[in-house]
């Protein structure tokens, strides 16, 4: 008798097995004594309602949003319910979108910062959610609410308020267990394990994790698997420079020189060995001596595009042997698959890395949507050697261990007589997300290149700092 709606709901919940208690373990591995499986909803029809309905009390009459968007797949139904019931539209977020190429992951009308709700049955870390947010987020959508079944009290709410989402749940795991003790569901005995669960395992806490661009390069090391670009990343935060130096030179003492005056300011060197005049081995071993001396890393540009076989012995035999004395290349991914598997095979993986092009720099360049996205899909399969892309746009990958190379910069917007397009430090880093920046003639030909090292750096810098500060809109 006057049952309240929250103990109505507890009650049913529990009697459909949705709440158990027990010996469990979770998806991920953890050992947990109450576990709830709100998928079984579906099949009662007059649970979903009053669940939707009270929803609808706690979060959706009252607040102002755009549109609702529910969690794949449990919260899918009810988040329906509320759409209808709130005359509001929804979203759908597809789980799986990358393997379809330029399928959207976003389905529905909606307009750039339009507001959204979000759904969801159960959070324990909040890190369904985020990547829920982070899709609308790609997509110009403005999330900042929350509406949940049950929060487990094991940080999630903490997680998500960071990232700046407000939770309203219906009830959290110490209020659904008093509920059912109140009536008699479960013993004092399994009270006190729950509760004593709840103080000892916490979910992991999720900075702002899953933002590679906000993401300070230190941070990113221990995402990283191919170790050129572990060791990419700590150059730059202790160097503090993410200036790459582009010394398309002709002669062996014109870049050598270069280097001695600008060293201590670049994390990584760029070469086109084969436009070298006067090669000679022993410029190799003076060029290792001052990325040594200076600690920046040597990328020679090749741009491989050969079948597996042909790349192998180019990157390894003829005049260069640059596989000696390059930390990293850049490859492109026209020839497939194969020429990732001869890099990887030719190559010291453990010491060595590859920039796989995914978009270039320069007009009317034929790599489309598609390219890109099969790019950076094939470089998974390769994750030991790939450093990162040598890319124009942060929604080129996500994966904060990778690299975002990104040439055609200059301190002012401008565009070559050949059809290179450069654009400012600012557009590049803070609006692009780029990670590593290639600069070139911008140095090269000033009349100054140690001063304009150093406003390259500065200014490179300056817009990193701002990136990470979260300051992106
Ligand atoms: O600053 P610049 O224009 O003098 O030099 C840019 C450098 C050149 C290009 O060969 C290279 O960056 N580059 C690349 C790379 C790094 O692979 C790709 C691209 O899309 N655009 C581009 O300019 O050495």
Redo the contacts with the bound molecule.
Sequence with gaps: MGLDKLEDLALKLFSIDAVKFGDFTTKTGIKTPAYFDLRVIVSYPDIMELTSNMLYDLAVKDSQFDHLCGVPYTALPIATLLSIQAKKPMLMRRKETKSYGTKKSIEGHFKKDDTCLIIEDVITSGSSILETVKDLKNEGLVTTEAAIILDREQGGRENLAKNGIHVKSLFTMRTLIEILKKHKKITDEIVVTVKNYLNETKAPVIEKLMERVILPYEKRIDFATNLVARQLFNIMATKKTNLCL?A?LTMTTGILDLLEKVGEHICMV?T?IDIIDDFRDDFVVRLKQLADRFNFLILE?R?YADIGHTVSLQYSKGLYKIGEWADCV?VHSLPGEGILKALNGSMNCITKGVFL?A????EGNLITQQYKQETVSMASKYANIITGF?CQNKDTFQNPGLIQ?T????LECSK?DLG?I?KTPEKVVVENGADVI?????I?AAKNPEVQAVAYKDALWKCYIKRISGKLE
């Design positions: 582009s398309d760029k086109h540009d741009k850049t092009l978009e270039m720099s320069s040598v190379l040439p055609g910069v200059q070559d290179q450069y290639v600069v070139g003639r911008g090269t």
